[in-house]
């Protein structure tokens, strides 16, 4: 019998690793660095995350492009917040979680954004990349040599 994996897309695995974050806070105390009441600053880092993604999902619907990092992408997005970064969806999923870090506030946490956001690059960022740069060649090739990966 073959057992199937289902995909983990982005938006879950963000989902995941802020529990695992506040399951490691839980269960790991560490030093604190980020003290209340400055830990609350984390919700603004969540709320700009939340408009970067609705933002860029924005973009997408306007082009006709589905959000889908499996899907075949109709159009290069270069314009709003893809002309400061070429993944800001994945910026704002990360955005999100050093959001979450900040109002636990230890060090236990800490890990897990850059974890992610290594996994995302090699996992969907470099796949995503290469089908870009496949189907439309030079259009990408010029967004990318003006645009950043990340920031």
Same mark, same amino acid.
Request: hydrophobic share 55%.
């Given at each position: ?9 982005? !938006?879950?695995?963000?989902l995941?690793? $802020?529990?695992?974050?506040? %399951? &490691?806070?839980?269960? *790991?105390?560490? #030093? /604190?660095?980020?003290?209340? !009441?400055l830990?609350?600053?984390?919700w $603004?880092?969540?709320?700009? %995350? &939340?408009?970067?993604? *609705?933002?860029? #999902? /924005?973009?997408f619907?306007?082009?006709g ?5 499996v899907?075949?992408?109709?159009? &290069? ?19 999100a979680?050093?959001?979450?870090? &900040?109002l ?19 996992r969907?960022?470099?796949?995503e990349e ?18 950043r990966?990340?920031?």
């Open positions: 019998m073959q057992v199937t994996v289902p995909r983990m897309f982005p !938006p879950l695995l963000t995941l690793c $802020a529990g695992l974050m506040v %399951a &490691v806070h839980a269960l *790991l105390p560490l #030093a /604190r660095v980020v003290p209340a !009441p830990n609350q600053s984390g $603004a880092l969540i709320a700009a %995350a &939340v408009l970067i993604n *609705l933002s860029a #999902a /924005r973009t619907r306007r082009r492009t589905p959000i889908s990092p899907a075949a992408p109709q159009t &290069v997005a270069t314009d709003g917040v893809y002309g400061i970064s070429r993944n800001p969806m994945y910026m704002g999923m990360l955005l979680l050093i959001g979450v870090a &900040v636990l506030g230890s060090l236990a946490p800490l890990p897990v954004p850059a974890l992610f956001a290594w996994y995302v690059d090699r969907f960022i470099a796949r290469a089908v870009l740069a496949q189907r439309f060649g030079g259009d990408y090739a010029d967004y990318r040599s003006r645009v990966r990340w920031l």
